[in-house]
Each structure stands twice: as structure tokens, then as C-alpha cells.
């Protein structure tokens, strides 16, 4: 599995931020496809909290770099209390910080630039 941007949590709750392009939603109705969502629930099982970020909502923020900011809060708030309401729900759950989720790193070019990717083991 790849990820596109992967931080952690001042809480030590590992994030994966997925920029979710075209091939990633079905059409007509912007759902995210079967793929995808297969990626998304194997990135939870391996402690992620995934952060969808669709680029059809991404677009319309274009040149307005104080709204994407205050997006992509919006969406890690989102992501990091569903996934606290989701585990607290979960028999046998437990607090504290999670573990760093096994990665290995690689390097990848997309569009003539070069960034650091990581891969879920």
C-alpha cells in the first residue's frame, strides 16, 4: 500500500492522508470506489487514521490557500473523532499511544517532481 502523505498526532495517532483523485470515485455519484475503500479499511487495520481529502472539493478551494488549510483541519478533526468514537465502540479497546505502524520508505516521481513516499508493510 502507498501513501500519499503519512504525519502523526501530537497524541502519537498515526495519520494517512490520501489525495483522492478521479479514478478513486465512482460515477455519477462521487462514492468512493471498491479499490479505494479496500485500501482505506487495510490502512485502518495497520493503525492509520485515513484522511480522504476528494478532488472535486480540493478544486473548488483553488488559489485560496487559507480555505485548503482550514479543509484539511477539518477533515483530520473529522477523521481523528470518528476514529475515536469507532475504537471506543470496539470491545476490548484501549487508550494510550499507538505504535508506529510498520513503513518502508521509497522515493517516487509524480508530475517531474521527486517526494518521499511510504509504504504500509
Same mark, same amino acid.
Request: proline share 4%.
Given at each position: 500500500?502507498?501513501?500519499?502523505? @503519512?504525519? &502523526? /498526532?501530537?497524541?502519537?495517532?498515526?495519520?494517512?492522508?490520501?489525495?483522492?483523485?478521479?479514478?478513486?470515485?465512482?460515477?455519477?455519484?462521487?462514492?468512493? /470506489?471498491?479499490? /479505494?475503500?479496500?485500501?482505506? &479499511?487495510?490502512?485502518?487495520?495497520?493503525?492509520?487514521?485515513?484522511?480522504?481529502?476528494?478532488?472535486?472539493?480540493?478544486?473548488?478551494?483553488?488559489?485560496?490557500?487559507?480555505?485548503?488549510?482550514?479543509?484539511?483541519?477539518?477533515?483530520?478533526?473529522?477523521?481523528?473523532?470518528?476514529?475515536? @468514537?469507532?475504537?471506543?465502540?470496539?470491545?476490548?479497546?484501549?487508550?494510550?499511544?499507538?505504535?508506529?505502524?510498520?513503513?518502508?520508505?521509497?522515493? @517516487? @516521481?509524480?508530475?517531474?517532481?521527486?517526494? &518521499?513516499?511510504?509504504?504500509?508493510?
Amino acid at each position: 500500500l502507498l501513501i500519499d502523505i @503519512t504525519a &502523526r /498526532t501530537a497524541e502519537g495517532v498515526w495519520l494517512a492522508i490520501e489525495a483522492d483523485g478521479p479514478d478513486h470515485f465512482r460515477q455519477p455519484d462521487d462514492a468512493l /470506489t471498491g479499490p /479505494t475503500q479496500y485500501r482505506n &479499511r487495510a490502512l485502518a487495520a495497520r493503525g492509520y487514521v485515513v484522511v480522504s481529502v476528494p478532488y472535486f472539493k480540493w478544486n473548488k478551494l483553488r488559489g485560496d490557500a487559507h480555505q485548503r488549510q482550514q479543509y484539511l483541519r477539518r477533515l483530520m478533526k473529522q477523521a481523528l473523532q470518528q476514529a475515536s @468514537t469507532n475504537s471506543a465502540a470496539a470491545a476490548g479497546s484501549s487508550a494510550g499511544q499507538q505504535s508506529r505502524p510498520r513503513l518502508s520508505s521509497g522515493v @517516487t @516521481t509524480s508530475s517531474g517532481r521527486v517526494r &518521499r513516499i511510504r509504504k504500509a508493510a
